[in-house]
């Protein structure tokens, strides 16, 4: 089991940074993959950024160049530094991973931190 904690949401205007951070415990030893989704009022949940232990990293289209994905310590914390925010970036933000186990490979998520950007 992994745990996942996310923070450093909250509100800001249109232009400006914010960088978030998702704690991870439990098995981290297990995690693969990590990264970030979001989920705005009435949209589903889509991916962000996603990076692997071996540094390989995606992004979604609408945020390539503006966001960052980063770890630190391994994948036991990692980071979404989101700068030139738009207010359609909006929306409740997840960190995710992926952990490797003997019987099963499993996704978990946070419970999400509010962005909200205004114009």
């Known amino acids: 089991q992994v745990q996942l904690v996310e923070s450093g949401g909250g509100l800001v205007q249109a232009g400006g940074s914010l960088r978030l951070s998702c704690a991870a415990s439990?098995?981290?030893?297990?995690?693969?993959?990590i990264g970030w989704y979001r989920q705005a009022p009435g949209k589903q949940r889509d991916l962000v950024a996603r990076?692997?232990?071996?540094?390989?990293?995606n992004y979604a289209d609408s945020v390539q160049g503006r966001f960052t994905i980063s770890r630190d310590n391994g994948a036991s914390t990692w980071n979404l530094e989101m700068d030139s925010l738009k207010p359609e970036d909006t929306a409740v933000y997840f960190c995710y991973c992926t952990a490797r186990f003997l019987w099963a490979t499993n996704d978990y998520w946070g419970q999400g931190t509010q962005v909200t950007v205004s114009s």
């Open positions: 990076i692997t232990k071996s540094g390989s990293t």
């Open positions: 439990g098995s981290i030893a297990s995690i693969d993959v």
